[in-house]
């Protein structure tokens, strides 16, 4: 993508609005967090943080826990725009998107079908691999495929291989396969729970992410975690993973990688923003592993904290956000 407007840390720009040059008035925001997926727990600290962000902002908000069974919270009588702030089932698999759609809601975020997309791991890895994307190779076992298939997607992809669901976020149920036995066990019990898994060969390196930001891309994070992979823990419990934003590498490497993340992002149809995550192997080569369409977004998340060091603060993302909804 020649002529990508990418941010970095050595440069000085700003993202557009990044200082958040305020619209006189306020807007009526609803803030959607919780849901009914396993991830809910996180995006209840999400949709807090962002209602206090947009709240120390001048708008008038409301948080709302919602569901499928309960979808009062769209009746708000004064509703300029919804923040989805709800991960994984329901928040980012498209379905909330849909409703709001049907009902000519504005939101921030991806559509239905950018988010359905970016929640199928290997649906997206194909559009990746179309728009010549670079991405680690892998494939999916089902529970009605027969052994051969198995075999072949086995042989192809050796040890270690990665083992996850093709569905889920926040790392759940993802397991690094080094051994044969292992490698079964993960497989019959994510089949088991899911009725199919994502096999994908696993790029010893570098865990990396990129933020997009309306249409640019923000500073890479490099992410050191305890044994080196970024799981639910490491990802939520643990006190020793580290977020690097003065990263060492050379300058074309910094920008192929922020640029195969904003590729990742517009191929899907994301739009306002999303985190991309990338492998980087010993040679500086990238992989994109997946699209998030809502991430975390505290201000301990790792979106806000690459716009954080672009100059943003996450108040000024927050209203950056819904600003962007309101003007479609």
């Keep these: 993508m020649s002529g990508t407007e ?8 700003q993202v557009e609005s990044g200082q958040s040059k305020r619209i006189a008035g306020s807007l009526a925001v609803t803030v959607l967090m919780g849901g009914p997926s396993s991830e809910r727990e996180i995006s209840l600290k999400s949709g807090k943080a962002v209602a206090q962000a947009l709240e120390h902002m001048g708008h008038d908000v409301v948080q709302a826990d919602i569901g499928p069974d309960d979808l009062a919270a769209l009746d708000r009588g004064k509703l300029d725009v919804v923040f ?18 049907q009902r000519g809601i504005k939101y921030c975020g991806a559509g239905p079908t950018a988010s359905r997309l970016a929640m199928d791991k290997m649906e997206s890895k194909w559009r990746f691999l179309q728009a010549g994307i670079p991405v680690a190779d892998g494939g999916i076992i089902d529970r009605s495929d027969k052994k051969e298939l198995h075999s072949r997607l086995l042989d192809r992809l050796g040890l270690p291989v990665v083992v996850k669901p093709v569905d889920q976020g926040s790392s759940l149920d993802v397991i690094i396969a080094t051994d044969e036995k292992i490698r079964e066990t993960a497989i019959e019990k ?5 009725s199919r898994c994502m096999l994908e060969r696993f790029i010893a390196g570098r865990e990396i992410t990129v933020g997009v930001l309306g249409e640019k891309a923000l500073p890479i ?15 939520y419990e643990s006190a ?27 191929v899907l149809g994301c739009r306002d923003f999303s985190r991309v995550d990338l492998r980087l192997d010993a040679k500086g080569r990238p992989a994109v592993l997946e699209v998030n369409t809502i991430p975390g977004l505290t201000s301990r998340s790792l979106l806000p904290m690459a716009a954080q060091k672009a100059g943003i603060s996450f108040e000024q993302l927050c209203d950056q956000l819904i600003r962007m909804a309101y003007g479609r």
């Design 240 to 266: 020793t993973t580290e977020y690097r934003l003065d990263i060492d590498l050379p300058k074309e490497v910094y920008r192929q990688v922020q640029r195969a993340a904003r590729q990742a992002h517009c």
């Design 6 to 13: 990418i941010i970095t840390p050595q440069q000085d720009e």
């Design 190 to 194: 994510l089949v088991e729970k899911y």
């Design 221 to 235: 994070i490099d992410i050191v975690t305890p044994g080196g992979f970024f799981d639910f823990a490491n990802k």
């Design 84 to 101: 989805p702030a709800l991960h994984g089932t329901f928040g980012e698999d498209g379905a909330i998107q849909e409703i709001m759609e």
